[in-house]
């Protein structure tokens, strides 16, 4: 008898509770815990006017009733805030009078970082998380018809959902982020003696002008950071947005500080300060039992060289002294590879309702894998390293 399913839209996060939340969301990836999506709710920077109103899927056993799986998803009137684009799949419905939006999300609203976007009952055998990923698709190809629904978009998805989907099932997109890696090192200068001689004196010479300045970098722990601290890095935080862009950044002085309650054990502060001991810039980080996450960072002066080091240096010292495995310092950023940040691979999942524009775009992420896939072994060839990878 073939298992038959419920599943429910829920528009707060709070209806579903930590308690069932953990129980489908049981690694330690900081973004996926529910305080953090919690936090984004109970703040603002999710629902209301933001355009990405909460909807997330609870799947239940229909007989038991029990809770199977819990998937986060948003319902979405823009594409900002994903990191995984497709402004260009948007102009195209336009230039063909059709309406790309709104359409459906499921992510971490503005972390690209790789993680679980099915999160599956620790009492779901591995055998039925297929079947259970079958009927959110059916469910999702169902909405989008009934409520006009251009997409749904599955970013970022860990590499075991990525061998749990069924091939014959939506479209694949592949995409790369620039990692380092810890392979064992002992210091920072055990690092920097696994790379060229001349990769490595850039490095050296880099620091060493910096140097000059006398700063100094202390990493403390969201919840041991003062609120003056906090206040310092939320600063610092929207005046680099507001340098790119003109605009805040989307996150709010209230989810920082509610972050510190709710999870800042898992969060380090890096501030960074003068001979005099002002504060001067800071840095986000967040940890994992494996992985270094590096999310923002601002600054109050112009120091060159300051971004390198606090953004990437500090962190890749960190995740040595801590034997982290892997240091995510976020999306993009090509200069990362002089530095022994490595291309990684990065995917996401699509369900397109227009059959027209679902083989156009299929074709497009073929054709865009294939590109990608060159230029990752392309990059991999200017590692920095003595032996490339």
Known sequence: MQQVFN???????????????????????????????????????VGGASGWKVSHLVIKDEVTHKICAIMPMYDKTHSW??????????????????????????????????????????DVPQSARKTILIAICEYLEQKMLKHHYSSWHGLFINHDEQALWPQSIGITRKGTQFHWLNKGYKSFDDFLASMTSRKRKNINKERQTL?????????????????????????????????????????????????????????RLLIVT?????????????????????????????????????????????????????????????????????????????????????EAIGHYCQQEQQNITLYMSQIAQQLPFKNKA
């Open 7 to 45: 599943i429910a839209e829920i528009h707060n996060i709070d209806e579903i509770g930590i308690a069932h939340w953990q129980q489908c969301f049981s690694d330690d990836n900081p973004f996926t815990r529910f305080e953090f999506l919690q936090g984004l709710e109970r703040t603002g920077c």
């Open 81 to 122: 805030g994903e990191y995984v684009f497709d402004w260009a799949w948007a102009e195209a419905y336009a230039r063909n009078q059709l309406d790309y939006y709104p359409k459906l999300v499921t992510s971490v609203p503005f972390i690209p970082a790789t993680g679980q976007r099915f999160g599956f009952h620790i």
């Open 211 to 267: 140097a000059a300045q006398h700063l100094n970098y202390t990493f403390v722990s969201g919840d041991d950071a003062t609120l003056a601290q906090w206040h310092h890095f939320i600063q610092c935080y929207q005046l680099t947005y507001q340098k790119r862009s003109g605009h805040q950044g989307y996150l709010n002085e209230a989810f920082f500080l509610g972050l510190r309650q709710s999870m800042g054990e898992v969060i």
């Open 274 to 358: 003068d001979s005099h001991q002002q504060m001067l810039a800071a840095a986000l980080f967040f940890v994992s039992k494996s992985h270094l996450y590096g999310r923002y960072w601002g600054t109050l002066v112009e120091v060159d060289g300051l971004h390198f080091e606090t953004c990437y240096y500090q962190g890749i010292d960190y995740a040595i002294n801590h034997k982290l495995s892997v240091f995510d310092a976020g999306a993009q950023g090509e200069h990362k590879v002089a530095r022994g940040f490595e291309p990684i691979a990065t995917y996401s999942k699509h369900l397109v309702a227009h059959s027209g524009f679902n």
